[in-house]
């Protein structure tokens, strides 16, 4: 997965009180904006440059895979957020502007390193794979 730049859109409700995600991407240079629903997703998409969008499937006023529909055609990259018992998953869902649902989910501990990895290449664009 490849992101062009550092602004992140965190979407859904829970969010609002992610403090270690949040601080994790700050931690990797990403900036973070959080928007509670598809409607504020919207317009902050609209008023800033966005690289990188990881939404909750289920939102107040749609679904994340809606949301993913809305992105379709912009330079961005997306993942899902699908709660699965105690955890999650995180599934892949545009690559820098190319839809790629049914790539393989990641665990959040494979979705940290993926993270990681895309601030590293943002830091050093000429670092090989």
Same mark, same amino acid.
Request: glycine share 10%.
């Given at each position: 997965?490849?992101? %062009?730049?550092?602004?992140?859109?965190? !979407? %859904?409700? &829970?969010?609002? %009180?992610?403090? &270690?995600?949040? @601080?994790?991407?700050?931690?990797? %240079?990403?900036?973070? *904006? #959080?928007?509670? $629903?598809?409607?504020?997703?919207?317009? /902050?998409? $609209?008023?800033?440059?966005?690289?990188? !969008?990881? &939404?909750?499937?289920?939102? =107040?006023?749609?679904?994340?895979?809606?949301?993913?529909?809305? /992105?379709?055609?912009? =330079? !961005?990259?997306?993942?899902?957020?699908? =709660? !699965? @018992?105690? $955890?999650?998953?995180? /599934? =892949?869902?545009?690559?820098?502007?190319? @839809?790629?649902?049914?790539?393989?989910?990641?665990?959040? &501990?494979?979705?940290? #390193?993926?993270?990681?990895?895309?601030? *590293? *290449?943002?830091?050093?664009?000429?670092?090989?794979?």
């Amino acid at each position: 997965m490849t992101i %062009g730049g550092r602004e992140v859109l965190l !979407v %859904g409700q &829970s969010f609002h %009180g992610a403090q &270690s995600l949040t @601080e994790r991407l700050n931690g990797w %240079g990403f900036r973070c *904006r #959080i928007a509670g $629903s598809m409607r504020a997703a919207a317009n /902050l998409l $609209s008023a800033h440059p966005i690289h990188l !969008v990881l &939404s909750n499937t289920m939102l =107040p006023d749609g679904t994340g895979f809606g949301l993913v529909e809305a /992105l379709a055609g912009r =330079p !961005v990259t997306a993942f899902l957020c699908l =709660p !699965v @018992e105690n $955890s999650c998953l995180w /599934l =892949p869902a545009i690559d820098d502007g190319k @839809e790629c649902l049914g790539m393989p989910a990641l665990r959040p &501990s494979e979705f940290a #390193i993926a993270l990681e990895e895309m601030s *590293r *290449r943002l830091a050093d664009p000429v670092a090989v794979n």
